[in-house]
C-alpha cells in the first residue's frame, strides 16, 4: 500500500490555493478545507455562510461549486505528482448534513494524497490540464460564430463522461427553446426581491469592487447585451441601467452545451461540478472561452424545460457557453488562510 507523502503546509496551501480558483455562483466561493497532516488528508466541507439562499435553497449550486473546486485540486495534485483517491460524502449520514465524529457537518469529500508507487509510471493525465486553471476565467463578451470543431466536441463529451456525467450538443431548435426558456427566468428574476438581494450581496460597484474579495467586481460585468442571442447575466445593466453607449452585439446563434447526471442527489452534483470544470478546463487548454449559464435552472418550474425529451440525459445540472472570443477577467479570491485548517 502506497505509504502517505510527507506534504507541508506550503504544498498543501498552494493545492488549495489553485482548488480555489473554480467556478462558483456569484463568485460566493462556497468552501472551506482541512488538512490533516497525519494522514496526508485534505477534507472538502461546505461553507454554508456562502450560500445564495433565494437563487439556490436546495444548495445545489453549492455543490456543484464545491465539486468544481475538488477536481482542480485533483489536477494540482497530480501536477505537483501525487495521486490523490477521493471519497464523495464519506461521513455517516453525510447527504443528509448530519454531524462527522463531532464536526458541525461531514464532509463534501475525502481525498487522500499519496505518492505514486512506481516514479516511472506514466503520469496522471490530469496534470496536463494545470496551465488552464489560472487561465480559465468566466467570459461574459461576445464570441465569434466559428463552430467548435467535431474532434473538440467529441473531447469534451468524453472529459464530462469520464466524470460519470453526460454533455450534450443540443440541435438549432433546441438551442431557441433554451434562450427562450433563460429569457422567461430573465423576467421573472427582475421582479423578484429575494434574487435581487442575492445578486446585490455578490456584486461590488464603485470603490470598494477594486477591492473585494468574492463575488463579481464591477471590472469584470461585462458589457451590456445590444443585441444576439448569447444567454448572459446582464450585472452591467442593473447597476447602470442607462449606459446604453457601453452595449455591443453578441452572437447570433451561441453554442451552447448541457451537462446532466442520471439522478439528482447531492453526490450527483458534486460528480456534476467535478465534470463542470473537467470540461472548461479542457475548452480552456484548446482555445475555446466559456462561460456558464444557470439563469434557468435556478428556477424548479423551469428547469424541467431545459432538457431535451429525445435525450436520454436524467437531469440538467448546467448549460455551458462555449466559443472563440475574448477570454474572461479574472475575479478575486479569498485568501488561503481564510478556507484552509491545518492539523
Excluded at 504544498?11 to 480555489?20: P, Q
Excluded at 447602470?240 to 442520471?262: C, I, K, R, Y
Aim: hydrophobic share 40%; net charge negative.
Amino acid at each position: 500500500m502506497p505509504q502517505p507523502p510527507v506534504i507541508d503546509a506550503t504544498l498543501a496551501t498552494a493545492l488549495v490555493a489553485d482548488a480555489t480558483t473554480a467556478p462558483s455562483l456569484h463568485n460566493a466561493q462556497p468552501w472551506r478545507f482541512r488538512y490533516v497532516t497525519r494522514t496526508a488528508t485534505l477534507e472538502l466541507y461546505a461553507d454554508r455562510r456562502r450560500s445564495v439562499p433565494h437563487v439556490d435553497p436546495l444548495e445545489r449550486a453549492l455543490h456543484l461549486g464545491c465539486g468544481a473546486a475538488l477536481f482542480t485540486l485533483r489536477v494540482a495534485a497530480a501536477h505537483a505528482g501525487l495521486a490523490a483517491e477521493v471519497r464523495l460524502l464519506p461521513g455517516p449520514d453525510a447527504e443528509s448534513g448530519l454531524s462527522d465524529a463531532g464536526r458541525d457537518e461531514a464532509p463534501l469529500a475525502r481525498v487522500t494524497l499519496t505518492a505514486p508507487p512506481d516514479p516511472l509510471t506514466t503520469p496522471d493525465p490530469l496534470a496536463a490540464l494545470y496551465p488552464a486553471i489560472r487561465r480559465r476565467h468566466t467570459s461574459r463578451q461576445p464570441f465569434d460564430d466559428t463552430p467548435v470543431p467535431p474532434d473538440i466536441r467529441e473531447a469534451l463529451r468524453e472529459a464530462a463522461a469520464q466524470e460519470g456525467a453526460t454533455l450534450l450538443f443540443p440541435s438549432p431548435w433546441h438551442v431557441q427553446h433554451l434562450l427562450n426558456v433563460i429569457r422567461d427566468a430573465e423576467w421573472s428574476d427582475a421582479e423578484d426581491e429575494g434574487r435581487l438581494a442575492d445578486l446585490d450581496e455578490w456584486t461590488h460597484t464603485g470603490p470598494d469592487a477594486d477591492s473585494a474579495a468574492d463575488g463579481i467586481p464591477e471590472y469584470a460585468f461585462g458589457p451590456r447585451k445590444r443585441s444576439g442571442g448569447a444567454p448572459v447575466r446582464d450585472f452591467a445593466g442593473r447597476h447602470h441601467p442607462a449606459a446604453e453607449q457601453d452595449s455591443v452585439a453578441f452572437e447570433s446563434q451561441p453554442q451552447l452545451a448541457l451537462l446532466g447526471t442520471p439522478e439528482d442527489r447531492a453526490i450527483d452534483w458534486l460528480r456534476a461540478g467535478q465534470a463542470t470544470q473537467r470540461v472548461l478546463l479542457l475548452a480552456t487548454a484548446s482555445g475555446l472561452a466559456t462561460a456558464l449559464t444557470s439563469q434557468a435552472l435556478e428556477h424548479e418550474d423551469l428547469r424541467w424545460a431545459v432538457r431535451d425529451p429525445q435525450s436520454a440525459m436524467g437531469q440538467v445540472q448546467l448549460v455551458l457557453r462555449l466559443g472563440y472570443g475574448p477570454a474572461g477577467t479574472s475575479t478575486p479570491r479569498r485568501r488561503v488562510s481564510e478556507v484552509l485548517s491545518i492539523e
